[in-house]
């Protein structure tokens, strides 16, 4: 007797099961050629490493949230990412970096579940080098921090690599969006259900057409294909439904889409009953057509989707300026045009002042910069950096005026990323997104009850009926009202604002701003312009060389009265060095220019209470401070003189007051004196509450005060500022807006920027966002009103699975289309007039 060897063994002798990881089919000849570790089957030997690896570090969670999640790794090669040590390729994939931390950004294709989401964000267990990982799912992206001293962007890779993860790295597209608008996987599901629904309804054409009972070998056999056509259907371009359905029965959650799943599996397993017992010819037709349509609401949603997040992060940018430099021979030391942040190109030169955004990563040209990354890193510790050396974008100069050469050009989605990190958002900003899972939890309970109602009804008196009424009562229900209603609604509102010059952070700021109870104006560049106003000097003539020394130092700072001294004073020539350069906030700045110490500011910043009204220097000028001066000179620690600023109040700002008013508690801080006491109790109403309502002499620490004290009355507050002085209150608040003039005064503080041009037309912004709120609401509606149409049909065993299956995602295309078709349509009547040719107060 011959001995038999696996290889000559013409079957499979031993059993076959799935991959613990991945699910792929494992088959063997006997127990040798099993890969098996802890009673658990594998694949191949990268799965089973994946499995060792995330067993080692106490993360198999990652099976129980979804089973069999992961990537299979089977007859895959192992890639080389020695590539990845190069310097300059380095220096492309990173986002930022301080020599201690660096942040890269990857886009993961592989990614599609609950259960990746969960395994990428813990990738700090299976690297202690990884400090954080986040995930955006919808963009397939990963923002990794690592440590320097711990790993590298090579081992990062290489890590998710080892995991089934990955990344796509393109380095000739890294500045551009290359990703497609409908991910592939989705393409190809919609392709193998439209090829079987197709077919199926081709096979079923003896049903269709009543063929009768000499044909019936026929009929099975065309049955049986339609069986193995439905496969597909069911479990490869459906798997999304049943996967999400499973993991919400598991978590607790009672997701939306756990009728239709019940629907899928009901409609499959009935159809395979009836065709096998040749009791009927099943609903297979009805199923495909159900997958089929399903997908193409699923495709026109992410469709949607793309275009909105991509004219947010690609076509509209924050209406913020920087100040670029051109160098000629007439101005050596560069000529000043304030420019926006998007028409800035590398190899541009621009001048960062004193607490402005790095909007670009760049090189140190000239100047100490001293960088504060906590909008980036979140740690407030500022970094010293010398010329020549990168600064990274989202970086905040803390010392004096620095100039940098741009090496990148800006991208308005990683500073939107950053925008939107954890560490710069309020607890408040929720609300309808908790409401709609709060209707989509319910509504899952409701359906599930009818639908299960209908079919014990039905099922003593025909079992038929009951399973088709069962069927169509899951599949008709419409769930997009609390799944799609929301993102899409208001997320169409940010895209027309943004477009506008309102660029709010993301669509919970909608939400807020329908709650505000208070509303809070600084004075100085928000209602006031922060250039063109008339400066008036009083005091010791000053000689052309203290002028461009004053004007030096006030070229450092951006607050709105600096600007406006060194661009009223400016002449060509050379601009002297500044030197120990400080800022006080509130109150002015010092520093050493030609060896002389100078300082410009308040009254109170030299040491004078602002109340008494007069500022006294050695020499006795300024006795009586007449003109109320709320700009002081001194050189030497010898007052020189004061300027007087006339302000120039931007157009409309008394009518978009007026409308605050009508709406809310309205109140005014400033840092100024009470000069203009009079003129701004008239603009507030001429009353007693009104003259409690102004509040002047107040620094940042008062604003920020005064924010928590309304707060802590109840109140829900908006306070609108230019984000130099009030970045703390802009914070404490509710809802923060900041004013952008020709400045980089962006603070992700805010929660949004309003371009200083459209002040006028913030009543029309807010009330848009506000009717988006209503156009949600009313969305909501018309979901209700579908769903107990289509619902009273279908528990009579009226409406046949087929049917319910093209009305469903009819019905998700159709609140999508209502939801942003009518909120663009608002836009049109509501923010096409300017406010100078209609009445604000109609507003709403």
């Not at 799965?47 to 949230?65: Q, S």
């Not at 020695?82 to 986002?95: C, G, S």
């Not at 939801?819 to 663009?824: A, F, H, I, M």
Request: net charge neutral; aromatic share 10%; charged share 20%.
């Amino acid at each position: 007797m011959t001995k038999t060897t696996p290889l000559d063994k013409p079957e499979i002798l031993v059993k076959q099961t799935a991959c613990y990881h991945c699910g792929l089919p494992v088959s063997a000849f006997d127990s040798k050629d099993l890969i098996l570790v802890d009673d658990k089957h594998f694949c191949c030997e990268g799965c089973k490493l994946v499995y060792e690896i995330l067993n080692a570090n106490d993360l198999c969670k990652y099976y129980e949230i979804e089973k069999n999640a992961g990537i299979s790794l089977k007859g895959r090669k192992q890639p080389q990412y020695a590539w990845l040590d190069d310097a300059e390729i380095i220096d492309k994939l990173t986002d930022f970096t301080d020599g201690r931390n660096t942040k890269v950004s990857f886009y993961l294709p592989q990614i599609h579940c609950a259960s990746c989401i969960w395994l990428v964000e813990n990738l700090y267990k299976l690297s202690p080098g990884i400090t954080s990982s986040k995930v955006n799912f919808l963009k397939k992206e990963a923002y990794i921090t690592f440590l320097n001293e711990e790993t590298t962007i090579r081992k990062v890779v290489e890590l998710l690599d080892s995991i089934g993860y990955a990344p796509e790295i393109n380095l000739g597209s890294l500045d551009k969006d290359n990703k497609k608008p409908v991910s592939r996987r989705l393409i190809y599901q919609l392709g193998v259900a439209g090829f079987g629904f197709g077919n199926i309804m081709l096979l079923s054409f003896p049903e269709y057409f009543g063929l009768d009972a000499s044909e019936e070998w026929f009929r099975r056999l065309f049955g049986y294909f339609n069986i193995l056509l439905a496969i597909p259907v069911a479990f490869y371009s459906g798997k999304d439904y049943l996967t999400t359905a499973w993991y919400s029965l598991k978590t607790k959650t009672y997701g939306i889409d756990i009728p239709l799943a019940l629907g899928i599996l009901v409609l499959f397993f009935r159809s395979v009953w009836e065709i096998l017992s040749g009791t009927g010819a099943g609903y297979m037709d009805s199923l495909a057509g159900l997958v089929f349509f399903l997908l193409i609401g699923k495709w026109f949603q992410q469709m949607t989707y793309h275009s909105i997040s991509f004219e947010r992060d690609y076509r509209s940018y924050f209406p913020v300026a920087a100040t670029r430099l051109t160098f000629d021979d007439e101005n050596p030391n560069g000529r000043e045009s304030s420019v926006p942040v998007n028409n800035l190109e590398p190899g541009d030169t621009i001048l960062v002042r004193h607490k402005e955004l790095i909007p670009a990563d760049s090189i140190v040209r000239k100047g100490k910069a001293l960088i504060d990354y906590s909008f980036v890193t979140g740690e407030a510790e500022p970094v010293d950096v010398s010329a020549g050396d990168k600064i990274y974008a989202g970086g905040r100069q803390m010392a004096e005026a620095v100039e940098l050469l741009l090496t990148k050009k800006v991208s308005q989605s990683y500073l939107t990323q950053l925008w939107n990190e954890a560490a710069f958002k309020k607890e408040d900003l929720t609300g309808t997104s908790q409401l709609a899972n709060k209707i989509g939890k319910y509504f899952t309970i409701i359906i599930l009850t009818i639908a299960f109602g209908t079919l014990f009804y039905w099922l003593p008196k025909d079992p038929s009926i009951a399973f088709n009424a069962f069927t169509a009562v899951l599949i008709i229900a419409c769930p997009c009202a609390a799944a799609l209603n929301v993102p899409f609604t208001l997320g169409n509102a940010v895209r027309i604002l943004s477009k506008r010059g309102f660029f709010m952070k993301n669509t919970n700021v909608i939400e807020a701003l329908d709650r505000v109870t208070s509303v809070v104006f600084d004075k100085t560049g928000t209602l006031t312009h922060a250039s063109g106003s008339q400066l008036d000097y009083e005091g010791m003539p000053l000689t052309d060389t203290e002028r461009r020394n004053i004007v030096a130092l006030a070229r450092h700072s951006s607050h709105p009265v600096s600007r406006q001294l060194a661009d009223q004073w400016s002449e060509s020539g050379n601009v002297p060095e500044v030197v120990d350069f400080q800022e006080f906030e509130g109150l002015g700045v010092k520093g050493r220019v030609g060896g002389l110490e100078l300082k410009i500011g308040s009254a109170k910043f030299f040491g004078h209470a602002p109340e008494q009204g007069a500022v006294v220097s050695s020499n006795g000028f300024l006795r009586k401070n007449k003109n109320g001066a709320n700009v002081f000179i001194e050189i030497e620690g010898e007052l020189k003189g004061s300027c007087h600023l006339h302000n120039r109040y931007r157009e409309n700002a008394w009518e978009v007051v007026s409308w605050f008013r009508q709406k809310a508690r309205t109140f005014l801080l400033s840092g100024d004196n009470e000069r203009e006491r009079a003129y701004l109790l008239e603009k507030f109403g001429s009353t007693e509450e009104a003259n409690a309502q102004l509040h002047f002499h107040q620094s940042p620490k008062d604003k920020l005060a005064f924010l928590k004290k309304l707060q802590s009355e109840g109140n829900r507050t908006l306070m609108i500022g230019d984000g130099l002085n009030d970045a703390g209150a802009l914070k404490q608040s509710d809802v923060g807006i900041v004013v952008a003039e020709n400045t980089n005064n962006f603070t992700p503080a805010c929660d949004a920027i309003l371009d200083a041009r459209q002040f006028g037309n913030l009543p029309r912004f807010l009330a848009f966002a506000r009717k988006s709120i209503h156009v949600v609401y009313a969305a909501w509606g018309l979901a209700a009103i579908y769903n107990v149409i289509g619902l009273s049909y279908a528990v009579q065993g009226a409406l046949s699975p087929i049917v319910a299956a093209i009305l469903m995602p009819a019905s998700s295309i159709t609140i999508v289309g209502f939801g942003v078709g009518l909120s663009t349509l608002l836009s049109r009547s509501m923010l096409r007039e300017s406010p100078s040719t209609s009445n604000l107060q109609n507003l709403n």
